[in-house]
């Protein structure tokens, strides 16, 4: 059994901002993103985002998704990420240009982990909360604490996108499961890029999950 440290993981991404190793981190927003407001604009009560509205990208990286959001829609917003380079990047990248004029987009990002709760964000006050591809990384006790804070932070009818890993049928997971395992059940410790990485089961997503939100 191995555990990687949290110090650990954000040199890690330091690194990966800094001088990309491991992954090839785009700048355009997630194709997984465009594919929820494909769906979205289809549902009878679609999500309707405005200015008036508030997002929230947890692990936001150089802020590709929040920020394609915010200039298409006009919501203001909040990021954070373990990286200081990866806000370093969001921070520059959220000032557009626009009429000849710079515009600073109304986001607000901050260097921290997604573990913990988020006081300064209200209840009830978020419309989209973004999860992609990072409370992976977190351990058990944080993972629960982290859909407790979405759930809370977000209005009725908001939504929660969460993109992860499935290890249903995936042999790749099994084999690392069996040969780098961390600290708990369901999560091994990844051969290159050596960052603790937990894989869930669709009937553990739905677990976990079907006591806050509905599932699409």
Known sequence: MAKISKKINKKFWDQEYSDPRHLKLSTVPSGDLLKFFRWNERQKEPLVLDRKSFVVDLGCGNGRNIIYISTNAGVHGYGCDISESAIAQAKKASIITANKKQIALPLTYEVRSIAGEFPEI?????????????SHFLRSA????????????????GFYIFKT????????????????????????????????????TEAEVKRVMEPYFDIH
Do not use: C, T
């Open 165 to 200: 890993f499935l290890a249903d049928e995936d042999l790749h997971v099994k084999k690392l499961l069996q040969e780098r395992p961390a600290d708990e059940p369901g999560a091994y410790i990844h051969p290159e890029m050596n960052v603790y990485e937990y894989v869930y």
């Open 122 to 134: 209200e209840n009830e006050s978020v419309d989209l909360v973004l999860d992609m591809m990072v």
């Open 142 to 157: 944080e993972r629960e604490v982290l859909i407790k804070e979405v759930f809370r932070m977000l209005r009725p009818g």
